[in-house]
């Protein structure tokens, strides 16, 4: 190569799934891990919140009561109220609130110092949080229409003689493989993409900074640093949407287990 394109022969190593094991105490499947800790950290921040926001609640509020107030208007007005209905929304506003900041607060962890870790891309706590759900709406459907009743709707209104044969299978198949499957990999892999990505641009970044020899591979840098704060900023939204995303799912769910029709 010329002067310009040379490299030391230290070989980048592209960060990988590794990356996303970090043990604090112990290994293995019961090691106390970095997302752990992130989430138990959020769990007393979000409390901690909620508690300093509505201890002294005001006609005319603050900034943090008016904060509070505006997120949970959003999931009570346009998540709760609008799918779930205006008779049986109430009594899901705490779930759905409780899930929402969560998730948030956990993706955002990806981007705010020093934590910069999304909690969310470790597979297992979208799991957890789409068993709550599943479970969730599963026991309202039998519980408003009995198990016969609850595995009679799931069949469509208009489907009968040999097509039941098909496409009830399908709907089984749906309401008790893809909804969670697929409720629980949308919210892991955008967290685990984006941060893997995010990775790759700055720890890219810094090496070929550091251990790139000549101008083009200092400029390669600075744009691998410029292309990690773009992706930043990018990373917030799709943090937000994949929390809003995930938190509308479940009140979906929840108002067709309730729905008199399917």
């Known amino acids: 190569m010329g002067p310009l394109l040379a490299v030391r022969t230290d070989e980048f190593v592209a960060p990988d799934v590794s990356d996303f094991w970090q043990p604090i105490i112990g290994d293995g499947p019961w090691a106390i891990t970095r997302a752990c800790l992130l989430f138990t950290l959020s769990a007393v921040i979000i409390a901690w919140w909620l508690l300093a926001a509505t201890r002294r609640m005001t006609v005319v509020p603050g900034r943090?009561?008016?904060?509070?107030?505006?997120?949970?208007?959003?999931?009570?007005n346009s998540l709760a109220r609008d799918l779930i209905g205006s008779h049986d929304f109430l009594r899901f506003v705490p779930f759905l609130f409780t899930m929402f900041v969560l998730i948030l607060l956990n993706n955002f962890f990806g981007v705010i110092p020093p934590f910069l870790f999304p909690t969310m891309s470790r597979i297992g706590f979208p799991v957890a949080l789409t068993l709550y759900v599943f479970v969730l709406y599963h026991y309202l459907g039998i519980r408003k229409r009995g198990v016969g009743g609850y595995f009679k709707s799931l069949l469509p209104a208009g489907v009968t003689g040999p097509l039941v044969l098909f496409i009830y299978p399908l709907e089984?198949?749906?309401?008790?493989?893809?909804?969670?499957v697929t409720l629980a990999l949308r919210l892991?892999?955008?967290?685990?993409?984006?941060?893997?990505?995010?990775?790759?641009?700055?720890?890219?970044?810094?090496?070929?900074?550091?251990?790139?020899?000549?101008?083009?591979?200092?400029?390669?840098?600075?744009?691998?640093?410029?292309?990690?704060?773009?992706?930043?900023?990018?990373?917030v939204l799709v943090q937000f949407l994949q929390a809003y995303i995930f938190t509308l799912l479940a009140a979906l769910y929840i108002a067709g287990a309730l729905a008199d029709d399917h």
């Open 188 to 235: 892991f892999g955008n967290m685990f993409a984006g941060h893997l990505l995010l990775l790759l641009f700055i720890t890219g970044g810094e090496y070929l900074v550091v251990e790139g020899e000549g101008f083009l591979m200092k400029i390669a840098g600075g744009f691998s640093y410029l292309m990690a704060f773009v992706m930043t900023v990018f990373e």
């Open 64 to 76: 943090m009561q008016y904060f509070t107030e505006t997120v949970y208007g959003l999931v009570r």
């Open 172 to 180: 089984l198949i749906t309401y008790f493989f893809t909804r969670p």
